[in-house]
T-cell receptor, first 110, second 115 residues
């Protein structure tokens, strides 16, 4: 089966940098996605890593190491609006849908 | 309308009621999904439809019955639910199942409370 581990909560201050880690175990692996979900809102796609390395999209970057079964989401220049839950999700060879982690609740403080 | 729309946004039902959740996508996608989101737990995949055919049923109890009449609409019929079924039910769509971009488009969910 599949399993993903990520921290349950992270707290940081405005303007800081925060890294949210995700480790995964799957029977086969295509890639790792990241989603953001504000309270009461829909999960929205942030990034996808199919290959090792860093993908950058504005203030957000995502990294993947396939050999370590590990990835992270890096948020820079934190803003209050970044307070939300962040989910990693794997696309693996055995399923027709993404498998999600439990989510990391990020609280950005002034 | 754009994106993925779910109705109703909130639903309260008794254990003996029958109700349905509706999802509509306006993105031209050919795959649709139901996920269940409970507090402190991962999003749980329930059903996957590709080209209106159910391609995955993730050991979901029979009191949940999906229906996909066309590629734009997805329903989740509910009957004789249990209080532990109270959760946020999320619909999503994509072009192809488990798409190469890793991107699903989610609706805002239907918050279900079973009394």
């Amino acid at each position: 089966g599949q399993s993903l581990e990520q921290p349950s909560e992270v707290t940081a201050v405005e303007g800081a940098i925060v890294q949210i880690n995700c480790t995964y175990q799957t029977s086969g692996f295509y890639g790792l996605s990241w989603y953001q979900q504000h309270d009461g809102g829909a999960p929205t796609f942030l990034s996808y890593n199919g290959l090792d390395g860093l993908e950058e999209t504005g203030r957000f970057s995502s990294f993947l190491s396939r050999s370590d079964s590990y990835g992270y989401l890096l948020l820079q220049e934190l803003q209050m609006k970044d307070s939300a839950s962040y989910f990693c999700a794997v696309r693996d060879t055995g399923r027709r849908a993404l498998t999600f982690g439990s989510g990391t609740r990020l609280q950005v403080q002034p | 309308e754009t994106g993925v729309t779910q109705t109703p946004r909130h639903l309260v039902m008794g254990m003996t009621n029958k109700k349905s959740l509706k999802c509509e996508q306006h993105l031209g996608h050919n795959a649709m999904y139901w996920y269940k989101q409970s507090a402190k737990k991962p999003l749980e995949l329930m059903f996957v439809y590709s080209l209106e055919e159910r391609v995955e049923n993730n050991s979901v109890p029979s009191r949940f019955s999906p229906e996909c009449p066309n590629s734009s609409h997805l329903f989740l019929h509910l009957h004789t639910l249990q209080p532990e079924d109270s959760a946020l039910y999320l619909c999503a769509s994509s072009q192809g199942t488990a798409p190469n971009t890793g991107e699903l488009f989610f609706g805002e969910g239907s918050r279900l409370t079973v009394l």
